[in-house]
């Protein structure tokens, strides 16, 4: 199954199930991809294999501590910068400077406003992520909507595929890095996808076809033994 359109992903670890029923539901509903976890050592496998845009962490959980899993995700290159919102019944300042301290970049008393803790993640990615929440991204004549499902190159439309578009988000929203066959394929197909990374080819074929006609520069770098990426130099 595909990521849901290339949405924001938050990991929700809370162990009231009740609680995290209901954030999950409401910010689901805001347009977010959630994923659960309710233990604090299966929090911290999911933040190694797979870390997501911004992370809502309980304090006090089975398992490994909440500060814990804040302590080794600042540690960890790939996590160190991650988003994280402490959320927890603790209000005493003292313990919100501790988590502040730990590395949490904002902290939530229990019980809180949904609403509040849905503008707060938008705040942390706005700074953190913007390519993630802006509603288009541009890289010189090349103009990709989020809102209206639409890319334009210098005026023209391009029609593509809904697999396509995916791809083609994906890339745009990190010009220069280069994703292996089997990052496309998780992020675009979905890591259950029983599909060859040759299907990657194809589709980056596809992608090709349409965003150039003539001359046009094409905006999409193949790196030799390594995979695909947006020409970081594109429209500069």
Known sequence: MALSENKPRILLVEDEEALATL????LEAEGFVVEQAAHGDDADLMLIENPPDLLILDWMLPGVSGIEICRRLRAREQTKTLPVIMLTARGQEDERVRGLSTG??????????????????????RRSKPERVADQLIAGDLVLDRETRRIHRAGREIDLGPTEFRL??????????VYTRAQLLDAIWGMSAEIDERTVDVHVGRLRKELTT?????????????GYGFDDAYGK
């Open 214 to 226: 003539g001359r046009e520069i094409d905006p999409i770098r193949t790196v030799r033994g390594a």
């Open 23 to 26: 954030v999950t539901y409401n």
């Open 168 to 177: 083609l988000e994906h890339l745009m929203e990190k010009p220069g890095r």
């Open 104 to 125: 949490a970049d904002d902290y939530i008393v229990k019980p809180f406003s949904v609403p509040e803790l849905v503008a707060r993640i938008r705040a942390l990615l």
